[in-house]
């Protein structure tokens, strides 16, 4: 498949965000999930009739305005002014792959009870002192952790789950310990070899990304069998002996950039898979990403109605422990990843 054919599905929640739903529209919506989700792992999400347009533009200005400021003042909201995870990081601070990403950010996190400094992502959020930044920001946080339980809620139906599944699900995510970054992506070195932030997966939940107009930046890795992938503006191949080809995933109008990350393949014991991406910017841009996820003391295990979809297993074939995903408690996992993070300590992070 060429590149110019190959690109995300676009799926509208507005059914989902209906008083009064109409359920064949919800089923459409929801079996178009479930395709993206075994297919890509990847998806637009159509959110303009859940908020104004407008608001993430603003989010943007906020950024840009803050990434403007002279180094010092940026650096009055380092990270290791807290815990090293919440706070703003400078240019190649951030890790992906052992090698430093070329991006500065601002990490916020779920706030916590008896927050303390010492303990990895337990302190507290630092805001720029820039007018209105944290009172809209907090108000896209309040909106994307709504819309991740409707995304969420959604792709329980795609995957045939009944009520009472739903609700134990519901019920590992409706305290998230969310994420939220705020990134500002200068224009790569002439002598870099091309990447702002290296091929990852996202290791969470869901992703919902709004980006500026900024066009083949972001680069999804589609997984097509016997295909050799060429590489993408002549960059190096980051997707190992995997076979499929790398496109570009532009902004797209009215929409956010969704992608599912390992807690899901864990949920679906392989039927869903966290998709490899990177960024490319040749130019300044900024991206807003809001990371929906478990919460931190939730046990993460494969659902019963995703092995009701996954192909029976033979009955010569080992046993089905062989072929079931580990359950992980989500606080622990993050805590893994987390230490990898930051070049202060020789350490892979969110996108």
């Given at each position: ?27 459409s919506t ?7 989700c075994?297919?890509y ?11 104004d ?7 943007t ?6 990434f403007?400021?002279?180094q010092?003042e940026?650096d ?10 919440r706070g703003y ?5 951030n ?9 500065e ?22 805001w720029p002192?820039?007018?209105g ?14 819309l991740g ?13 009944t ?15 969310w ?8 224009p ?21 990304l ?5 066009r ?14 060429s ?9 190992g ?7 570009n995933?532009?902004?797209?109008p009215?929409?956010?950039?969704c ?5 899901w393949?864990?949920?679906?014991n392989?039927l ?15 991206r807003?990403?809001?990371f929906?996820?478990p ?6 295990a ?21 072929q ?13 990843k ?5 070049a ?7 996108d």
């Amino acid at each position: 498949m060429a590149h110019a054919l190959a690109t995300l599905p676009i799926i509208d929640i507005a059914p989902y965000l209906e008083a009064e739903r109409d359920l064949t529209k919800c089923q459409s919506t929801s079996d178009a999930l479930h395709n993206a989700c075994v297919q890509y792992g990847f998806f637009y999400l159509n959110i303009s009739q859940f908020l104004d347009l407008s608001e993430p533009e603003e989010l943007t200005q906020l950024a840009r305005d803050f990434f403007a400021l002279p180094q010092e003042e940026k650096d009055k909201i380092s990270l290791e002014h807290q815990d090293n995870a919440r706070g703003y990081q400078r240019l190649k601070q951030n890790v992906t792959n052992g090698k430093a990403d070329n991006h500065e950010g601002i990490d916020f996190y779920k706030p916590v009870e008896k927050p303390d400094r010492s303990k990895p992502v337990w302190g507290e959020n630092q805001w720029p002192d820039i007018p209105g930044f944290k009172h809209k920001y907090e108000k896209w946080i309040e909106k994307m952790k709504k819309l991740g339980l409707i995304v969420m809620e959604a792709m329980s139906i795609g995957l045939k789950m009944t009520r009472e599944e739903w609700m134990e699900l519901r019920a590992q995510v409706d305290d998230s310990f969310w994420v939220m970054r705020v990134i500002g992506y200068p224009p790569l070195p002439t002598d870099d070899d091309g990447f702002s932030c290296g091929a990852h997966k996202d290791y969470g939940c869901l992703t919902f990304l709004h980006a500026d107009p900024t066009r083949s930046a972001l680069q999804v890795f589609l997984r097509q069998s016997g295909t050799t992938a060429s590489d993408l503006d002549g960059l190096p191949a980051e997707q190992g002996t995997e076979e499929g080809i790398w496109i570009n995933a532009d902004p797209v109008p009215n929409c956010v950039v969704c992608n599912i990350g390992e807690m899901w393949e864990i949920w679906t014991n392989g039927l869903y898979k966290s998709t490899l991406h990177r960024v490319v910017h040749r130019g300044s841009s900024y991206r807003i990403p809001f990371f929906f996820e478990p919460n931190f003391t939730a046990n993460v295990a494969p659902l019963r109605a995703a092995f009701r979809l996954l192909p029976s297993q033979d009955k010569g074939s080992s046993s089905n422990e062989s072929q079931t995903y580990k359950s992980v408690i989500y606080g622990d996992f993050l805590l893994r990843k987390v230490n990898n993070n930051f070049a202060l300590d020789g350490k892979e992070r969110y996108d």
